[in-house]
Each structure stands twice: as C-alpha cells, then as structure tokens.
C-alpha cells in the first residue's frame, strides 16, 4: 500500500524558515517524481514544486521561487521541502504527492501537514 | 485566479447526472491530458480520472471523464450522498516553466 507521511509543519513568524519532510513506502521511491501542493485555508490546491527520480529536473511555482527548496534523499525514501523567507500567503496545508508520468496525473497525496505563518 | 476555470459549484438530487467543466489553454489542456480529483471534507485529494477518461481501480464506473480541445467534463451518474465533495480538474502545462495547473475546484452538492 502506498504511502506518504508529512511532518514539519508548525506555526511560524512571517520572514522564519521551516523544514517539511515526507516519508515514502509501499512502493519504489526512486523511480518516481514526487511533487509538494498546497491547499490554504478553505481555498483550492495550487502546486508548489517538482522534483524528478533522480533530482536532476526540479520545477517551482512563480509564488516560492527563491525562497523554496525541494529536495529528496532516495536511500532514505524520503522527500523535503525548505521554506525559506515565508508570508502570511504561504498559510496552508502541504500536500506530498506522488507523480505519476505514465499516467501524466499525481496518483497518490499524504495526508498533509499544516504550516501557519503569523506573528 | 486559478489556471483552469470551473464552476464554483453545481448540484443534483440522488440518482441524477451531474456534470463539471474545466476549461484551459493550449499549453495545458490542449496539449496534455486532463486529471479530476474528489476532495472529501478534511481529507486529501484522491485520483478519480486520469488520461482524460480512465478510472484508477476502484473508483466506481459512475464517473466518467471526456476533453474536447482545451476544455474537459467529469460526469457523474446515479447521484449518491457520499458524492458530496470538491471535485478539481488538473493538467501538464507545458509553458516555459512546466508545471501542474488545478482548477479553482467545484463544491458539489446532493440536495
């Protein structure tokens, strides 16, 4: 069964940084992309990142570039996202997803972790 | 502004068809194909159809997916009161800066 457990979310001050982490199992890691979205409170999603197999494409959202890292550690089965300089507009819960490119869908989504930025 | 417009909301009494549009551009529905997701209240996105019209086993034959162009349709039939969620339409865009691109999502009610 797959599964993707997200942790790191916490309150923090607007310009703080926060580390996200999602654990991968039931399935290959290293054979596929992995995505972070994010959903703010009573909102829609809206993707925030990409990052193929191997970490060699990685894509990011207009809103996070350059504040944003992702990054992924395939012997531990695990993916990351460094958020750096955060607003109020990062408020929201984070979804890892799991991508799917034979199907050209994220198949599978954590459960979600929530990240609130305010003072 | 989300990338892809859907109706904010739509509605059906048991048994009924209900259907939800999602209309995008030629970077990304009209060159790639097209995901709907079934949000439940306070869970995660689950993968209802992918490749335009292709249903994940175990989601019941009663949705249905179809694109045309730029724009795509999720179709429910046989109305059920578990049915009452967010349904979002997602696509590839493949502008300069490839991304994933969502709808604004549609809150459909069973009356």
């Known amino acids: 069964e797959v599964q993707l457990v997200e942790s790191g979310g916490g309150l923090v001050q607007p310009g703080g940084s926060l580390r996200l982490s999602c654990a991968a199992s039931g399935f290959t890691f290293s054979s596929y992309s992995m995505n972070w979205v994010r959903q703010a409170p009573g909102k829609g999603l809206e993707w925030v990142s990409y990052?193929?197999?191997?970490?060699?494409?990685?894509y990011y959202a207009d809103s996070v570039k350059g504040r944003f890292t992702i990054s992924r550690d395939n012997a531990k089965n695990s993916l990351y996202l460094q958020m750096n300089s955060l607003r109020a507009e990062d408020t929201g819960v984070y979804y890892c997803a799991r991508d799917r490119r034979q199907w050209l869908a994220i198949d599978y989504w954590g459960q979600g972790t929530l990240v609130t930025v305010s003072s | 502004q989300s990338v892809l417009t859907q109706p904010p909301s739509a509605s059906g009494t048991p048994g009924q068809r209900v259907t939800i549009s999602c209309s995008g551009s030629?970077?990304?529905?009209?060159?790639?194909?097209v995901n709907w997701y079934q949000q439940l209240p306070g869970t995660a996105p689950k993968l209802l159809i992918y490749?335009?019209?292709q249903r994940p086993s175990g989601v019941p034959d009663r949705f249905s997916g179809s694109k045309s162009g730029t724009s795509a349709s999720l179709a429910i039939s046989g109305l059920q009161s578990e049915d009452e969620a967010d349904y979002y339409c997602?696509?590839?865009?493949?502008?300069?800066?490839?991304?994933?691109?969502f709808g604004g999502g549609t809150k459909l009610t069973v009356l």
């Open positions: 030629s970077s990304n529905i009209g060159s790639d194909t």
């Open positions: 990052i193929s197999s191997s970490s060699s494409t990685i």
């Open positions: 997602a696509a590839w865009d493949d502008s300069l800066n490839a991304h994933w691109v």
């Open positions: 490749s335009n019209n």
